[in-house]
């Protein structure tokens, strides 16, 4: 059974970046798209990136280049940074795992980080 | 704005048949397969529908997708309380290279 579990402050300020860390157990990470999904409050979900084969990452323009997503596959964990945070960042942060047609068949049970001024 | 549009919310009493729209274009719906999930607060989304109208094993079969050029519809059929939710498309899009959500549509058991 694939579990993912996200970890990471649920609480941060304007202006510094947040760290969150998908720890998976169940899968060696060897293949499928680690993901990154947020949902802000009241709003709906939106795919802010994913990395594959440990290395390929990809990025949704949204974020105008400011989240990174690397993965530590010995270690069975993958990690999303964003800088330059503001309060449009608060959001229900979940880590997930899927194919590359939108298919996400496990997700974490999602981290709700907010952004201070 | 979404990639992907949806209706914001869609209702219908006990029993009724609900149907939940989402739009694309040629650079996602119209090139890949789509897929929709169910959301409760508070939980993970959950798979309903892969791959445009294929069930996981567990959901129920008053749950049925469809793709037509680039729209997709999920139905409800024999709706019931616990159908409360809110229910998003995702498909693949050539031009973010990634993943286009739909804006979401709550669905109300009246």
């Known amino acids: 059974q694939v579990q993912l579990q996200e970890s990471g402050p649920g609480l941060v300020k304007a202006s510094e970046t947040l760290s969150l860390t998908c720890t998976v157990s169940?899968?060696?990470?060897?293949?499928?798209?680690w993901s990154w999904i947020r949902q802000p409050p009241g709003k709906g979900l939106e795919w802010i990136g994913h990395?594959?084969?440990?290395?390929?990452?990809f990025y949704n323009p949204s974020l105008k280049s400011r989240a990174t997503i690397s993965a530590d596959t010995s270690r069975n964990v993958f990690s999303l940074r964003v800088i330059s945070l503001t309060a449009a960042d608060t959001a229900v942060y979940y880590c997930?795992?899927?194919?590359?047609?939108?298919?996400?068949?496990?997700w974490g049970q999602g981290r709700l980080v907010t952004v201070s001024s | 704005q979404s990639v992907l549009t949806q209706p914001p919310s869609a209702s219908g009493t006990p029993g009724q048949r609900v149907t939940i729209s989402c739009s694309g274009s040629?650079?996602?719906?119209?090139?890949?397969?789509v897929n929709w999930y169910q959301h409760l607060p508070g939980t993970a989304p959950k798979l309903l529908i892969y791959?445009?109208?294929h069930r996981p094993s567990g959901v129920p079969d008053r749950l049925s997708g469809s793709k037509s050029g680039t729209s997709a519809s999920l139905a409800i059929s024999r709706l019931q309380s616990e159908d409360e939710a809110d229910y998003y498309c995702?498909?693949?899009?050539?031009?973010?290279?990634?993943?286009?959500f739909g804006g979401g549509t709550k669905v109300t058991v009246l």
């Open positions: 997930a795992r899927g194919i590359y047609d939108g298919q996400i068949d496990y």
């Open positions: 169940g899968d060696s990470m060897s293949s499928f798209y």
């Open positions: 990395i594959y084969y440990g290395v390929n990452t």
């Open positions: 040629s650079s996602n719906i119209g090139s890949h397969t």
């Open positions: 791959s445009n109208s």
């Open positions: 995702v498909t693949w899009d050539d031009s973010l290279n990634g993943w286009a």
